[in-house]
């Protein structure tokens, strides 16, 4: 089992910064994604970024593109978001998650944190 942790949430101002944390415990996996998705209140949830843990290559959804920076700690096993010139529509609860085969399919994922961002 894997376990995922999050932290880093908050309230914050439009234009403000938050950087979130997942730290990651338990079974460890030769190579795996890490993701960090979102949910904003009546709407699906949203891939906002990824990254593969073995080579570090990075996926954003257009909508953070440019703002969020996706990173990874290997010695730490945890994985951040760094989130910038933050906007009302960021609001919302974060989660990351595992995708333990590299396909797209998460396998694991944390409790969530809540980002809220005010005009």
């Known amino acids: 089992q894997v376990q995922l942790v999050e932290s880093g949430g908050g309230l914050v101002q439009a234009g403000g910064s938050l950087r979130l944390s997942c730290a990651a415990s338990g079974r460890t996996f030769s190579s795996y994604v890490m993701g960090w998705f979102r949910r904003a209140p009546g709407k699906e949830r949203e891939l906002v970024a990824r990254?593969?843990?073995?080579?570090?290559?990075?996926y954003y959804a257009d909508s953070v593109k440019g703002r969020f920076t996706i990173s990874r700690d290997s010695a730490k096993n945890t994985v951040y978001l760094q989130m910038n010139s933050l906007k009302p529509e960021d609001t919302a609860v974060y989660y990351c998650?595992?995708?333990?085969?590299?396909?797209?399919?998460?396998?694991?994922w944390g409790q969530g944190t809540q980002v809220t961002v005010s005009s």
């Open positions: 990254i593969r843990w073995s080579g570090g290559s990075t």
């Open positions: 998650a595992l995708d333990r085969h590299t396909d797209a399919v998460y396998d694991y």
